[in-house]
């Protein structure tokens, strides 16, 4: 009999010293709100802004019990969501969450359903609520391709209803809808009777859109427009970049002006190929919350110049010791890490507009025990893409949450009414840069016009201005 209660005496204290031990936070899946726990543990563990944020501390809730109390105040995970992040829609304009992790990772990749036009809107001279748009490019073999609409083609309407600030989202959500379009005059928007209907469709975007070669005497400019990071079109990048080499190109234009992030690995891996004599050496250093620095390797976060993609293939260098960058309003993330990381190595020239100013990434986090895609938990397909680090160059600089500005003899803005045939040596951005090359002097008679600045708004379901990790750092999963 005594040695079944000394028994039994063993296993209670062993049990009540487990539960001592195990912090509330250790499981993704633990309690009875699946979807609300894993928001809140995986933010708690990865969250950038996890210190700045009461409800995520550590020492919030004292028991399992008392933190599905306070989750089961939300009315869904999407409002628990934003309720955890840090100055939303100020410091943080950034992270997101999404209900299907498919969408999710489609998003990431340029996958999505598309009509092939890239908009973008502006405000009426004098107005702060009337819009209009226009359209930046068109994507190749999609349905805008197949119809009468062009770069700079302009809209004042979409199925008849006039655009403003507070509609414009919501009338471009549709499968299928008509612009209705407008003739443009130094600002003025005039309807014009004429119509166009696009309809979307599954789109896979390669984001390397054009690359060329001019001849300017015994200088040879290779030109490249690149309109996102993404990791499955590196092999893409990489022979885009073996073409110029094979041409003999002395010079680079890289055009990023509608260029708004992607990978950080390929982020990195485009700086390699844009040089190539710093290899093995630092491109950006990453910046993660005190949990995850306390208790990981520095080295961990250190995203270093490399010789080859992800497939494995040698990287195609030019060897660049300068290299002229377009940019707008829409450069932003990998874009800006682009500009910041090769800064300290070669000299940037930047052409252009100011950027956006996006020196945080984030990281897809699923609901498993380690908040990778392995064991997922079978009961809902939720996943977060929150912010987890800022990121700064060699010399430990990152601060440009207002864009990185370009010198004041390089600043361009776009003419909406005569934005130029992009590859055409006379299209205004790239005959400055063309002109710089040449005689390092300014556009001749530069064309005075007024410019209406695009609207940046960042939609809850937006990722166009993510810049994000393809994976886990090394020993970061093995966070206390």
């Known amino acids: 009999m005594k040695k079944n209660i000394a028994v039994l005496l063993t296993i209670v204290i062993s049990s009540l010293l487990f539960l001592r031990c195990t912090d509330i936070d250790d499981s993704p899946q633990a309690g009875t709100l699946p979807i609300q726990n894993f928001i809140w543990k995986g933010l708690n563990s990865y969250y950038l802004y996890q210190e700045n944020v009461a409800d995520l501390s550590d020492n919030r809730f004292s028991s399992q019990k008392e933190l599905n109390n306070f989750l089961s105040a939300f009315t869904n995970p999407e409002e628990l969501f934003n309720s955890l992040l840090y100055q939303k829609n100020s410091t943080d304009r950034f992270s997101v969450i999404f209900s299907d992790y498919t969408a999710l990772e489609q998003a990431l990749s340029g996958s999505n359903d598309t009509n092939g036009a890239e908009l973008a809107f502006s405000y009426k001279n004098g107005s702060s609520t009337d819009i209009f748009g226009w359209v930046k490019y068109i994507m190749p073999n999609s349905d805008a391709a197949s119809k009468n609409i062009q770069r700079g083609t ?35 928007i005039t309807p014009n009777g004429q119509t166009v209907s696009l309809t979307k469709m599954p789109y896979s975007e390669n984001p390397v859109f054009m690359t060329n070669v001019y001849d300017l005497g015994t200088k040879k400019v290779g030109y ?38 992607g990978s950080v690995a390929t982020a990195t891996r485009l700086a390699s190929m844009i040089t190539g004599q710093f290899t ?64 300290p190595y070669i000299s940037v020239v930047q052409i252009g507009k100011t950027t956006v100013g996006k020196n945080v990434g984030s990281v897809t986090l699923y609901d498993s025990p380690n908040f990778t895609k392995t064991n997922l938990n079978p009961s809902h397909r939720y996943a977060m893409q929150p912010l987890v680090l800022k990121i700064v160059n060699k ?62 708004e960042k939609s809850p379901r937006d990722l166009k201005f993510e810049m994000y990790l393809d994976e886990f750092p090394k020993d970061v999963l093995n966070i206390p």
């Open 154 to 188: 302009v809209f004042y309407a979409i199925n008849g209803v006039p655009l403003t600030v507070n509609n414009y989202r919501q009338l471009i959500a549709s499968t299928t809808y008509t612009l209705n379009l407008a003739d443009y005059n130094n600002g003025s």
């Open 280 to 343: 093995g050496q630092i491109f950006a250093k990453q910046q993660w919350n005190n949990k995850i620095t306390s208790n990981s390797n520095s080295s961990n976060f250190i995203n270093n110049f490399t010789s080859t993609i992800s497939n494995g293939n040698a990287i195609n260098t030019l060897q660049l010791n300068k290299i002229y960058i377009l940019t707008t309003r829409s450069t932003a993330s990998a874009s800006e890490l682009i500009i910041n990381g090769l800064k």
């Open 224 to 261: 490249l427009i690149y309109n996102g990071f993404y990791s499955n079109y590196e092999n893409q990048l990489n022979q885009a970049f073996g073409s110029l080499k094979a041409q003999g190109i002395t010079h680079l234009i890289l055009d990023l002006r509608y260029n708004s992030g």
């Open 395 to 456: 010399n430990g600089f990152g601060d440009y949450a207002n864009g990185i500005s370009p010198d004041i003899s390089n600043e361009l803005a776009e003419d909406i009414g005569n934005l130029g045939v992009i590859g055409d040596p006379n299209e205004p951005y790239l005959a400055k840069a063309l002109a710089l090359i040449n005689n390092g002097g300014r556009l001749s008679n530069p064309k005075e016009f007024k410019t209406p600045e695009e609207i940046i």
